[in-house]
C-alpha cells in the first residue's frame, strides 16, 4: 500500500524510569500508528555507536559521550511503529530535540521542559524521552538494527480500516 511506512522508536531511559511508557505508547496509538514489534533492552556501547552512528559528527564528541551515557543509564522500550507516513508523522508527535522549544501537545513538550542552553552548562544529555527516525532511509536502517525480520508482526486494527478505507 502507498505511503505506509514502518519507523522506529524508543522510549529513552528517562520515559521508562519516570512511568510514562503507558502515556507516550497511547499518543501513538490514539493517533491510528499500530505497533507492530517491541522489546527492552539495555543498550551498550557498541549498539549505542551503531543507533547514533552520525551523532558524533552532527553534535560534537562531548554531546555525544553525554547522549550515550544517559541511554545506557537504564533500560530503554523499542518499538515499531507502522501507518501512513509513519516517519514523519511520528516526528510530529514527539515533537523537535528541544523541549522549551516544542509545542505544546507534542509528546517532548508535555512531558519535559529542558532546553540545550541548560543541558550543555550542565554536561549531560537533553532527556527528551523519545527516539524516532529521522527520514525513511534512517526507519529503514534503524528498524533493521533493533528487529529482525521474526520480531516485527503482521495483523489487521480496526483504526487502520478506516484509514485504508476497508471498514
Ligand atoms: P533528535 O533526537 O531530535 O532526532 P538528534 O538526532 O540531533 O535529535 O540528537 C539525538 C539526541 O542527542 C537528542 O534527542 C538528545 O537526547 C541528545 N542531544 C542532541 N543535542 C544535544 C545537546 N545540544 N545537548 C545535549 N543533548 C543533546
Known sequence: MSHLQRTLVVLKPDAVARGLVGKVIERFENAGLKIVATKMRIMDADFTRQHYFDLEERHGKDIYDATAAFMQSGPVLAMVLEGVDA??????????TYPNEVAPGTIRGDFAHQSKAAAVAAGIAIANLVHASGNVDEAKQEVELWFGESEQFEYHTVAESFTFGTH
Do not use: K, S
Open 87 to 96: 516517519v514523519a508523522n511520528v516526528r510530529r508527535l514527539v515533537g523537535g
